[in-house]
């Protein structure tokens, strides 16, 4: 066999599996971000989309931080997070966030734990340490066991230094597990009798634990969309700057029109544009940090 054909072969090969690869990208989206984006609506959409055009939409979770900065760093389509992309940061400069959805975040205990209820000042104290035994929240006499999540950026550690404490750099020495992750929380103080920790609500609802109410509201659907519950956020689908593929504006505009939402609505998360008021509300919120104060004994 000549050199001629042989290379001609090889081009034809080559040319083949470039077509079939490009053929697979094209009727592929590649998610992956924050699991309880994942949970409040990515799942039931992905489904949909998939049956209504064939185009299946690949699921990965990672947190809300691999969310924004592998979408903007172009290693996926599309990216799930549920806190806003921190400028000061270059990898998350030209992220685009369109929000989908609300979520909030979740006070949750062992569901044998006496305690129903916490206010937004005792919620402080636990954090800070200022209150460690549960006979201080109507519960049993036992040391509080207090769950946090590794590190500053993850999507419910932000939000909590955000709408609880009014700083993001907010430390909590006194926590007696620190884990990568919600899952491995919500896992934890589902065994832990006098264990307690915050995660999102789209999460929490999935979990057999017991979900504390705040200041006398509980998160529910109801209670999120008019804003009476006090800790709630944008959940987030985030590209690479504004401009995106065909394929990826097509989804993202399924995920925001009258089909996608009622998908989202069923699976109990409440959609963006049914509660567009609480954007302002959420001015108060910061407000509400700062103005209350740090729990004091």
Request: charge should be positive; charged fraction near 25%.
């Amino acid at each position: 066999m000549s050199s001629k054909i042989l290379a001609f072969i090889t081009f034809l090969v080559f040319s083949t599996i470039s077509i079939s690869a490009y053929s697979s990208a094209a009727n592929e989206i590649n998610w992956a971000g924050c699991g309880i984006t994942k949970k409040a609506f990515m799942k039931e959409l992905a489904k949909a989309y998939e049956k209504k055009t064939g185009i299946k939409v690949n699921i990965s979770g990672g947190g809300a931080t691999k969310g924004i900065r592998n979408a903007t760093k172009g290693l996926i389509d599309i990216g799930g997070a549920c806190r806003v992309a921190m400028d000061r940061h270059p990898e998350e400069r030209s992220a685009y966030q369109i929000p989908v959805a609300w979520d909030a975040l979740a006070v949750i205990v062992h569901k044998n734990n006496p305690v129903d209820s916490i206010t937004f000042e005792q919620l402080q104290g636990v954090y800070l340490g200022k209150i460690r035994n549960w006979k201080e929240l109507g519960g049993n006499n036992g040391p509080i066991e207090l769950y946090v999540r590794k590190g500053k950026f993850s999507g419910v550690g932000r939000t909590l230094r955000e709408l609880v404490f009014a700083n993001y750099d907010q430390t909590f020495p006194v926590a007696k597990y620190v884990v990568k992750s919600s899952g491995p929380l919500e896992k934890g103080i589902q065994k832990n009798l006098i264990g307690i920790g915050t995660t999102g609500i789209s999460s929490a609802k999935r979990r057999d634990v017991k979900i504390l109410k705040l200041d006398g509201k509980a998160p529910t659907f109801d209670n999120i969309k008019n804003g009476q519950y006090l800790l709630y956020r944008p959940l987030y689908l985030v590209t690479k700057g504004r401009s995106s593929s065909p394929k990826v504006r097509k989804f993202i505009k399924f995920a925001l029109s009258r089909e996608g939402m009622a998908i989202i609505r069923k699976a109990g998360t409440v959609p963006y544009a049914d509660a567009i008021g609480l954007v302002m509300k959420q001015v108060e919120q910061a407000e509400r940090a700062s103005r209350r104060g740090l729990y004091r004994k």
